[in-house]
């Protein structure tokens, strides 16, 4: 409930500070290309939603068993001394 | 040491005195003698003029600058002596004394390097920090956390030699002064390797992301503060301006984010955190100007703040639960509701207005933008609200709030609830009050940190974030991440090595186990030719009739006589 709570909070602090550039908004020289209102919140919006994904894709990549390092080979090595002589 | 040193030391020698005499005070005594020791220490420096340089001895003939104090210098300095204070008073009360006196060590030779002159006081404190930190990993104890600190410690050892090769190569070149170099030279490449180390560039960070998270609950703190800050000083001090660091920098911003969003353990998040927000300072150096070099004082400050703050948070939450990851948290809030404000605070702190981050954000920002850098500048503005998504919000959530899996039974202790406070009010009190800071940066400042189109970017850009991270987790998209291992480079040294170490060798073995019955083989067959020609039995031994021999004196003779007359 308290965190619905925040989010609409959040909401409506960046729907009012959307409007304020509505009223408000100074002329930008070289970042024009971004600087519509709302227009920071859309980058966000966007990188958010990027970072989950690439976030998602590294995890499912990568993402290894908790022991992976444990049964490193030199400790299975070590646990087993003269298995390679006998091969 | 000439008399020109307060009570004759360099700053940060009570540390270190302390560190060596924590072990013989009674246990009573240590906590609060480690607490007092940096605000006396603090005090000790305020002792010294505000701009000075000490010299005091020679090497091999060169002169030696132990102490050099300046405005850089000492935002370092200063910043380190609250650290301390600050982490001290957060390990009072759950901590032994092996962990006061390699604290005490660790803040002493970090605040000893950032005050020196020369590049051989540099190297041993450099090399002192590496020794004392380390203890902080190994005490947790455990073959994991001994494994962790013995690659930890290679890594760190890694720098001090190269800082030593470049010490070397600068004395044969007739000065040690700890000054600006060139990044083209041999000495200032092996300098930057050595600082490159240490400030956590890519490919070279694992130290940082597999060394914190296997600290102890109060060594991750002080490992969050000192090591990478006198690395971003050092560089800061020696290769402002150099353009390389920008690419640098913009991997360190970009690679963590992705790792961080994926990372399950949260500690973990946190250290790529802290290598993200190093990229914005190495970005800083790259640029290089007066208000890069100011962003960059600026942005440690409120760095060492904003995530000792964060690792504190989840210093007490290991401490209560017995992990901090986030496959195993969740809920916490209801027994620890002080731990999770602060936690909300030190997010808050990376880049929200109020706190010191947005303050010292601004600059760099600032700086980017003036130096016409202006992709750079998206891209620490779109950086600044990727950090706060994933070594804010998603630790935020994941450890405090959603549903719960681990009990904590009650809050932190208290030392800790006041070391987390202390850290808060200052975080706070640069950020309402940005000028106490600014004052104090290496260069003047003529720059508004509260515009009007920086508090509205800055809003939305962290509210947006905010607000989509919440709709993905409520449809379940953003999920808690599955326990595991996430690959990083240190897969390279820690699976792919060793074996290929361990199947090269099983290999050579067969080859020389081989190779040695061939070469047998060979000299026995030699030997039989051998005994075949010329043994008791062989055709040489044998009697040959007189006249082949003739016809063979006669075919020799008719040869020679052609050559002759040819």
């Known amino acids: 409930m308290s965190a619905r709570l925040g989010l609409l909070g959040a909401g409506l602090v960046l729907l009012a500070s959307i409007g304020l550039e509505l009223v408000y908004h100074p002329a930008h020289s070289a970042f024009g290309w971004i600087e519509f209102p709302g227009g920071w919140a859309a980058v966000a919006a966007a990188v958010t939603a990027g970072i989950w994904l690439l976030g998602w894709l590294v995890g499912a990549l990568l993402r290894r068993p908790p022991a992976y390092y444990a049964g490193s080979v030199t400790r299975r090595l070590a646990a087993s001394p003269g298995e390679d002589e006998d091969a | 040491m000439p008399d020109t040193l307060p009570w004759h030391l360099p700053p940060g020698a009570l540390l270190l005195l302390g560190a060596l005499l924590m072990p013989l005070l009674p246990r009573l005594l ?83 390097a950032v005050f020196a002159g020369d590049l051989l006081t540099l190297f041993v404190f450099w090399e002192l920090t590496s020794l004392t930190s380390v203890l902080l990993i190994w005490v947790r104890g455990g073959a994991a956390a001994q494994a962790a600190a013995l690659r930890y410690l290679m890594l760190q050892i890694g720098s001090g030699l190269l800082l030593l090769c470049a010490l070397v190569l600068q004395w044969s070149a007739g000065s040690l002064a700890f000054a600006t170099f060139d990044p083209a030279t041999p000495s200032g490449m092996l300098l930057l390797l050595a600082f490159g180390i240490k400030a956590g560039f890519p490919l070279l960070h ?105 690792f504190m948070a989840l210093g007490a939450v290991m401490l209560r639960t017995g992990t901090t990851r986030a496959s195993e948290l969740g809920g916490l809030w209801r027994a620890m509701p002080l731990t999770a404000l602060f936690c909300l605070f030190g997010a808050l702190g990376m880049s929200a207005p109020l706190f010191a981050g947005f303050a010292s954000k601004s600059l760099i920002l600032e700086a980017a933008a003036k ?57 706070l009190v640069l950020g309402v009050r940005p000028d106490l800071l600014l004052a104090h940066l290496p260069y003047p400042v003529d720059k508004a940190i509260y515009t009007y189109d920086h508090v509205i970017t800055q809003l939305q850009l962290l509210l947006a974030t905010a607000l989509v991270f919440g709709v993905l987790v409520g449809l379940g998209l953003w999920r808690r991440p599955a326990p595991g291992e996430l690959l990083d480079v240190d897969w390279l040294w820690r699976r792919a ?26 000299r026995e067959d030699a030997q039989r030719r051998l005994m075949r020609s010329g043994g008791q039995q062989g055709y040489l031994a044998r009697s040959w009739p007189t006249g082949s021999m003739v016809l063979w004196v006669a075919i020799l003779l008719s040869g020679y006589l052609l050559l002759y007359f040819f």
Do not use: C
Request: glycine share 10%; aromatic share 12%.
């Open chain 2, 371 to 427: 130096a016409d850098h202006a992709g750079l500048w998206a891209l620490l503005l779109a950086g600044s609200a990727g950090i706060f998504l994933v070594a804010g919000l998603k630790v935020v959530w994941f450890a405090f709030l959603g549903s719960g899996r681990v009990r904590a039974t009650r809050e932190a202790p208290w030392s800790m609830l006041a070391g987390m406070a202390l850290t808060t009010t200052a975080l």
């Open chain 2, 497 to 522: 090595l060793p074996w290929l170490l361990v199947t090269g060798a099983h290999h050579y073995r067969r080859l020389r186990a081989g190779s040695a019955a061939t070469l047998t083989q060979w």
């Open chain 2, 30 to 112: 240590a906590g609060p003698t480690a607490v007092l020791l940096p605000l006396v220490s603090l005090w000790h420096l305020r002792q010294f003029p505000a701009e000075v340089l000490i010299g005091g001895g020679d090497f091999f003939g060169l002169p030696l600058t132990p102490v050099r104090i300046d405005a850089l210098a000492l935002v370092f300095g200063t910043i380190f002596h609250f650290a301390a204070f600050a982490g001290l008073l957060y390990a009072h009360r759950s901590q032994g004394r092996a962990q006061h006196a390699a604290a005490l060590g660790y803040a002493g030779s970090a605040i000893g």
């Open chain 2, 206 to 310: 694992t130290w940082l992301t597999e060394g914190y998270p296997a600290a102890t609950a109060t060594g991750a703190v002080f490992l969050s503060v000192f090591t990478t800050k006198m690395a971003i000083y050092a560089l800061a001090r020696a290769f402002p301006g150099t353009e390389w660091l920008l690419a640098v920098g913009v991997v360190m911003v970009v690679f963590t984010l992705i790792y961080a969003a994926a990372e399950d353990d949260l500690r973990r998040v946190l250290a790529y955190g802290l290598i993200n927000q190093l990229g914005f300072m190495v970005i800083a150096i790259g640029i290089g100007s007066e208000l890069a070099i100011n962003g960059t004082a600026a942005h440690a400050v409120s760095h060492v703040l904003y995530k000792s703050l964060l």
